[in-house]
């Protein structure tokens, strides 16, 4: 597992922690572990407990390429526009068209099965793709992944996330980057270790 803390556009390796340093924080996290308990129910009370786990929208491309088409994905509607609702999956052993989503559209999570033939996801224009929380799960058996076909399509942290590819194949990025108003977050870059599955370029 490797990790990157990623501000202004520039990625870092950052160190693990160590046993040691955890022993002598545990007190410390255990009073923090406390208060965002203690938050996390505040939260429930004001919005009414709605929370609810990110559903999995599995596109096919059945009509075109457009990512906001409806019909390209199962149970005809695309996943919202935000950081937290949805995950994009794909799962299928072929694709009638590749996706090629909006500028600057978001999405909460990518989730590639075991099932899956190669995926490429194109930007409109120069255009990005902003990954929420969920970061990218690439299951074992799944074919190759590919964020952004030229070089001036981006791939936009929402938060710190985990790239996680279990596949014997790649996980290739063109560009990353993070939102400017978030300052400093991190990309943890786990699975199989094979050298060159994980490709930011």
Not at 39 to 60: C, D, E, K, S
Not at 64 to 69: C, K, L
Not at 95 to 114: D, F, K, L, S
Not at 168 to 186: E, K, M, P, Q, S
């Amino acid at each position: 597992m490797r990790s990157f803390s990623q501000s202004s556009g520039n990625i870092q390796r950052t160190k693990p922690v160590h046993g040691c340093m955890c022993q002598r924080q545990t007190s410390r996290l255990r009073l923090r572990a406390v208060s965002l308990a203690a938050a996390a129910i505040a939260l429930l009370a004001v919005f009414g407990g709605n929370a609810h786990a990110q559903t999995v929208i599995n596109w096919t491309g059945g009509t075109d390429t457009a990512w906001a088409t409806g019909s390209n994905w199962v149970g005809g509607t695309a996943p919202a526009n935000n950081l937290t609702t949805n995950i994009a999956g794909f799962n299928s052993v072929s694709y009638a068209n590749q996706p090629v989503a909006p500028n600057n559209r978001q999405i909460a999570g990518i989730q590639v099965g075991a099932s899956s033939n190669a995926v490429t996801i194109d930007y409109t224009g120069s255009g990005s793709l902003v990954i929420g929380a969920s970061g990218i799960t690439v299951a074992s058996g799944a074919d190759a992944l590919s964020l952004g076909a030229t070089v001036n399509d981006y791939t936009d942290l929402g938060a710190s996330q985990t790239w996680e590819n279990n596949s014997a194949n790649a996980l290739a990025v063109r560009r990353i980057r993070t939102l400017a108003n978030l300052g400093t977050v991190t990309l943890t870059l786990s699975g199989r270790e094979n050298p060159g599955r994980e490709l930011i370029s």
